[in-house]
């Protein structure tokens, strides 16, 4: 085959595999969530992750992870609060806690309706989930905590791991 030919071979194997894959010019992309708005504290969290895996067995703190930029578990840093990362082999639990003024809070829930999540009672008075990023955020008490797993299908998945964090959470207050 003589070299223009293979040039034009390949231009026509990129447009239909970019075709076929919906990343042709004029496709829409699956929306993504733009990150967490700042957070005005109430205070600075005490709460270590050690303390946080300590209430979560079988779980393990992975040292070299730290919640991503733009997360929910990250803003909660950004916030003077705490922010871990889990593991159980190849799944992975985001943890934040931290203590938002009311504006602040307010806006959060407002941000996480808007980005799909739901209420849900059975987590909290004030707590949503999305089953199809396993993203739980509650607020009680003047605290937002958020944990974000492969694993949460439903909210009865996170329930546990929700108690557990909430058990440490409270005897810091």
């Given amino acids: 085959m003589n070299m223009p030919r293979i ?11 970019a ?4 990343c042709a ?4 992309s699956a929306p993504t969530r733009v990150p967490v708005p700042d957070v ?27 919640p991503g930029p733009g997360t929910p578990s ?12 889990l593991t159980k082999g190849d799944t992975h639990l985001l943890i934040g806690v931290a203590h938002p003024d009311e504006t602040s809070a307010s806006a959060l829930q407002d941000y996480f309706r808007s980005n ?9 008075d004030t707590a949503y989930f999305d ?3 396993g993203d739980a955020e509650i ?11 492969d694993s949460f299908a439903s909210p009865a998945d996170a329930e546990a791991v929700i108690a557990a964090i909430e058990g440490v959470v409270s005897a810091h207050d």
């Fill in 74 to 85: 990250e803003a909660a840093v950004r916030a003077g609060g705490t922010g871990c990362v």
């Fill in 116 to 124: 799909g999540l739901i209420s849900e009672k059975a987590l909290g």
């Fill in 19 to 22: 075709m076929m894959s919906g």
């Fill in 139 to 149: 607020f009680d008490h003047g605290r937002w905590i958020t944990v974000v797993s």
């Fill in 40 to 66: 005005a504290s109430t205070g600075e969290s005490a709460i270590a992750c050690v303390e946080l895996h300590d209430a979560l067995p079988g779980w393990s703190v992975d040292p070299t992870l730290s």
């Fill in 7 to 17: 040039a034009a071979t390949t231009v026509i194997l990129v447009i239909a595999g």
């Fill in 25 to 28: 010019a004029g496709a829409t």
């Fill in 131 to 133: 089953p199809s990023t």
